[in-house]
């Protein structure tokens, strides 16, 4: 059999596909990376300068103070945005109630549903440091006095890993979950002839057989960690800034806000690049390929 | 059954095929292909304009349908208005960048439209200004305003949309009056009057829930760093660019906000409120101080009548703390403006339009809005509707310049004095480029400074931040 | 499934105690901000903006879902936004799985190259692309229609990677014993694996469902014929509160939430659908016991 005659039909499913990406992503990016090389005035002509826009963004003091925020940030939540909706999903799945793991399961999703305007204002109530929940309970734990959690910027870094986690956790664990459910139950079965406990089953049986949706996930939040923006945008605030002003953050701040389309756009492909070695990296590390 | 290798993709393009088709239907003029220059002038035809907006126009989307409807039989041309519900500069940005066609555009910030003249986006109107009757009439627009939208070049390239007013400190004369404390001038008067609110129990609840002073990090300090005759943003002396607030002439500033910090006179959360959950700590009796617009004196006390007619509530403007000597400095809002982009394909129809909204019917329109949805006419006199009530006679333009016009039902109470402030004491901030910049490293010292953070003497920000240029 | 554990274990009691303590804990978390949300929506105009976390409406009052709802005539934004939501939601699924079979086949060639193809779309920030997509849009007269807002993001890496996941899950050999029979691969894959990885079709779609019906920015970008505005921004419209400037408008806190409840609900109400079919893959699962 010829590859074609094998393979044509999976080719043709790919055609619209394929098609919708070299309109609505290829060629966008073409000429996004084309603007990236003029100055890109907002009327008028657009003359090409060369690696101006890159030598101005890459000699920006916050350019680089961003990336390393970014770094910062992103990898925590990379870190954590992994593991804590592992660790519930496991836990999940160890729950013998159906109800009790049906309302959990939707009650965990809840603020997924919501955009980051509400839950981030809602969180700056939270951690109010006068009539904020959170530190009314610490006080009445016996700490000192309370922590003005936002505005410190000792721990801004830390607010944003932990409240990014906590607001897609319910959507990682669902797919955790579908990861569990697909294991074969012969498995188990053949486990617990062996003799094994609850704690072995998840050890030697759960986790190696999700190893597949654990590396998709992963991947998938790679892609995301350099792009971060929303967050810091609602949880920001001047006192923090220095500490939480991601890449996204650069790029808004000096495209939109101050119209300097050129170095924005060469700002964001750099985000792109560095994006693309991060993946590389991922990929060869974990064998995406060989899921 | 034998597979068809076309059948996945004729398949997916008959379905998006289908799709498209069925809801591209009427598609509204000015987006697609432009029109030719020469159709749109015909006589038959009504003339077209286009118009981008920020604030003008309806509060929802059908109101804004009603408000186009209004605005083109009052003008007699065919207007579209534009006014997106969000990310309003990303949207001017994109538009602009990608060749779109407005015909005005609307903005609030004198540095976006430093960019726009920079980078060729705005058409200079001097001579139309200068020459048009309306727009040239000192009695419309004081002669002395135009400066705000003149470019370095000396040419007027926008024309203000409204008249826009300044932020002040804003106290709750009632406290005051039972506090039986005197009107503040001096920042010791300050210091007493927010110590007293703090402590005293202002508003008799028997708890100690209120706070002195709230604002929105550095939303806004003006008033007080006017003690020290310290201005936000840029001052040029000698030629040079300045930095006051970064200065060491503002630690004792920083030192006083830290001391009310410490007291617990200054609301702790003021580093992360935004202006919105000011206004309520406001509204809610729990702070007696905040800094914000003139326009709000008068809503803050009419949004608590409304609640309850017997209240004691009374918001009033306060004067900023007098300077070394005597002079008191205050912050004025950049005007909000009108511009017509270079490109735009009706140049002539956006002049009609600006001549127009500075006269009555324009002004009417701007501020109660649509005759008949928010406002009827009784015989001679005009009565606002329950919606106009609720749109509390702003539609874009709470207030305005032209002196002929009267507005129809008043200000609301406290407003004239807070705009008599504004006239005798406010100026514009100066915002050059780098700004948002150096604005990040001040306003971060600024505010541990404030929070007592930071030892205020090791003076970190005023080497750092003053720039040497 | 009871019987899969010595449940009169002391070790096994404590452990499920511990867990199902651990996970009302996170639970409560979750729970007090959508609380606060409804709390808020029903308080009156002034009691809704005391600076409090409030549980239980203060002063009871409707005003803040009178107000959404006498000022905006939603049933057209709702419609449009059902439109969008529905159809691009479907058409999302169905091409982002077929693109996930695809890839399953170990032997296709090109296939890693494809992949890369297309998580190299996932890389690219929307703010680069700002400017040209828009004149992409604009050349294909897609301004002002709703085929714009369905054609935004009509395929994602996100979700073909995900199903190419969930689709490998399956048994490769059903496949080509299938095909050895005689069945076209279109055949095997709306046959077989649309009907195998129910779980996975319903994370996907719930996911995009979600994203569809909270879209903003592409319908505030091409959308400014008021006839085919979306729910999101009809909303939008009316609480957007611009302190920058001068304006003396006012949305209380209730007003505020009240639209909120209104663009989740939906969501909430389409959830138990979605996870009955999520569940019954998991109880699939367990009854082959």
Redesign the interface.
Known sequence: MTTMKRFGALYAMMIPVVLYFLVYAYYPLARGLQISFQDYRLMGTHPYTGWDNYRLVLQDASFLDAFVNTLLIGGGTLALGFAAPLAIALSLNEVLRSWFRKTAQMVLYLPHLLSWVVIGGMWIFLLSPDTGLVNVVLVKLGMSGPIHFLADAGWSRWMLILLVTWKDMGYNCILFLAGIVSISPSLYEAARMDGASRWQQMRDVTLPQLSGTMKVIFLLNTLGILRIFDPVFILRNPATASKVDVLMMYTFQRGILEMKIGPAAAASFLVVLLTFALTFAVRRLIRFDEV | MKTKPWLAAAMAAALSASLLSGCSGADNGGNAASPAPGISASPAAPQKLRILSANVGGKTPEENEKFEAALSELTGMDVTLEKPAEGYDQKVLTALGSGEKYDLIEGSNLGVLDTFVEQGVVSDLTEFVESSAVLSDPKVIPAAEWEQLTDKDGRIVAVFSKFQGGTMPIVRKDWLDKLKLSEPQTLEDYYEVLKAFKEQDPDGNGKDDTYGLSTSGLYDIQGFMSAAGLKYRYVMEDGKRTIPYATDAAVPMYEWFAKLFKEGILDPNFVTNDTAKMRNLFLTDRVGMVTYWDAWVGMFNSLRQQQDPSTAFAAAALPPASGPDGERIMRRGDPDYWFVPANAEHPEAAKQFLEFWQTEPGIMLGSLGIEGEDYIKEGDSLKLTDIGKEHNMDHGVPFWYNENVKPPFGKLPGVQEAQDLVKAHASLELALPGWSDAEKIVQQYALEAMSGKRPTRSSGCARSCSPRS | ??D??D?LGWT?RT??AL??G??IL??L??????L??LALAFSS??AS?????VLIPKDFSTEGFVTVWS???LWR?LLNST?VTL?GTA?HV???S??G??FI?PH??GR?L??S?????????Q??????????N?DL???????VL??SG??S??S???M???F???PYEMAESAKID??????V?FTMYMRLAA??LA?VT??EF?GRW?M??PA??YI???AK?TLQ??L???I???????????IT?NVRMAG?VIS?LP??AV??FV?RH??K???A??N??
Do not use: C, W
């Open positions: 499934m009871g899969r554990y449940r096994n452990f499920d867990n199902a651990f996970l996170l639970m978390t979750m729970i007090i901000p959508f606060n949300v105009g002034i903006m005391q600076p409090d976390i000022s905006l005539d934004p439109i159809s058409l169905l091409l982002s077929l693109a079979y695809v086949h296709l060639p890693k494809m992949i193809f297309i998580l190299l779309t996932m890389m690219v920030p703010e680069a692309v700002m400017i040209p997509l828009y004149v992409v604009k007269h897609l301004i002002n229609t709703l085929s369905v054609l009509l395929v890496g996100f073909i990677l995900l190419r996941n969930f490998s899950a399956i005689g069945a076209g691969e279109l055949r894959f779980a996975g994370t719930l996911y979600v909270n903003l920015t505030v970008m400014t014929d008021m505005i921004v009809a939008k419209s009316m957007v509160d611009s302190a920058a400037t001068s304006s003396s408008y006012l806190t909120i989740v969501l909430i959830y138990p996870q999520f569940m893959g998991i109880l699962g367990a082959k016991e």
